[in-house]
């Protein structure tokens, strides 16, 4: 059974630092991309950043540069998101999520965990 796990949520205080992990397993094909998203209450989900398991290469939103980094271990099969200086806006359900291919969709998806940052 495919299953990502998300872990490494909670409260912190602006200016904070947190880290998210994703376990990945069952995957029995190889993958394109893992990615983390969030989505606030009453907001739309949106892509935070997401990087390659070819070849490690990685992408951020505008908001999150600078502050957030996206790492992989290949034999954890876990792919991190190092959070810091955490702003009060980041607060959010965090999800990661694998791409199968370039340019497909986000076809599997986490659970979430929650990251608030109170101010």
């Known amino acids: 059974e495919v299953q990502l796990v998300e872990s490494g949520g909670g409260l912190v205080q602006a200016g904070g630092s947190l880290r998210l992990s994703c376990a990945a397993s069952g995957f029995t094909f190889e993958f394109y991309a893992i990615g983390w998203f969030r989505q606030a209450p009453g907001k739309e989900r949106e892509g935070v950043s997401c990087i390659s398991v070819d070849d490690g290469s990685t992408s951020y939103a505008d908001s999150v540069k600078g502050r957030f980094t996206i790492s992989s271990d290949n034999a954890k099969n876990t792919v991190y998101l190092q959070m810091n200086s955490l702003k009060p806006e980041d607060t959010a359900v965090y999800y990661c999520?694998?791409?199968?291919?370039?340019?497909?969709?986000?076809?599997?998806w986490g659970q979430g965990t929650q990251v608030t940052v109170s101010s």
């Open positions: 999520a694998v791409q199968v291919g370039y340019g497909k969709p986000y076809d599997y």
